[in-house]
């Protein structure tokens, strides 16, 4: 069972533009990471917010978390051909297994 | 850079054949992960391992998937016998400890495909 919804399931952008994707989950969380997964490759991490922390930022990716909505997301700027991938958002749910739990990602398109 | 290696890469097998993934983590660390990707889908973890012992697998199909990690190292996940249903990426991965506040690592997978 997948705990988050990630939106849009796709997005098309040309370089340059931002992007921005989002994440809602379902049950309360410890943490948030999101992940990046080029075509047919394993999935690389990029960055994790815990739930007591609201924006994060990382070289061209700035997250925020909303825990009272249960959402995150994700928005890549300046964006460049080479972000071409899909990306997850997965959670570490307080009560339950300590494991994470991946949404179904965003395929985002870069456009030259 | 150290990553974690999987093999086969690919793999092609008739339906009711037996089937073996192998994945060796990113030294010294202790947790290793195996997880189903569905095309389009996320990862669904299939077994957890804490060094050599299986800490969740309530996802496993366990009538015909087992998995192994004998010395707390490398891991084998088997599956016997294949259905059509099971073509999908395996995606190895590990990381430090086992919860959730940790990055995992992934290796490159393995995409199953069941004729």
């Known amino acids: 069972s997948q705990q988050g919804e990630e939106d849009p399931q796709a997005l098309s952008i040309q370089e340059g533009e931002n992007a921005t994707m989002n994440c809602s989950y379902k049950?309360?969380?410890?943490?948030l990471q999101w992940y990046r997964q080029n075509s047919g490759r394993g999935l690389v991490h990029l960055i994790l917010?815990?739930?007591?922390?609201r924006e994060k930022h990382s070289g061209r990716l700035r997250v925020t978390l909303d825990t009272s909505k249960k959402s995150s997301s994700l928005l890549i700027t300046a964006s460049r051909a080479a972000d071409t991938a899909s990306y997850f958002c997965?959670?570490?749910?307080?009560?339950?297994?300590?494991?994470?739990?991946f949404g179904q990602g965003t395929r985002l398109t870069i456009n030259p | 850079e150290a990553e974690v290696a999987q093999s086969p890469r690919y793999k092609i097998t008739e339906k009711s054949q037996a089937v073996a993934f192998w994945c060796d983590p990113i030294?010294?660390?202790?947790?290793l992960y195996w997880y189903r990707q569905i095309l389009g889908q996320g990862p669904e973890l299939l077994v957890q391992?804490?060094?050599?012992?299986?800490v969740d697998d309530s996802q496993l199909p366990k009538d015909r998937f087992s998995a192994e990690r004998l010395k707390g190292v490398d891991s084998t996940l088997k599956i016997q016998p294949a259905e059509l249903g099971d073509s999908a990426m395996y995606l190895c991965?590990?990381?430090?400890w086992g919860q959730g506040y940790n990055e995992q690592f992934f290796g490159p997978g393995t995409r199953l495909t069941v004729l």
């Open positions: 049950t309360s969380i410890n943490n």
């Open positions: 991965a590990s990381s430090l």
């Open positions: 030294s010294g660390h202790a947790t």
């Open positions: 917010i815990r739930s007591n922390e």
């Open positions: 997965a959670t570490d749910r307080i009560q339950g297994a300590q494991k994470l739990v």
């Open positions: 391992f804490q060094d050599e012992s299986v």
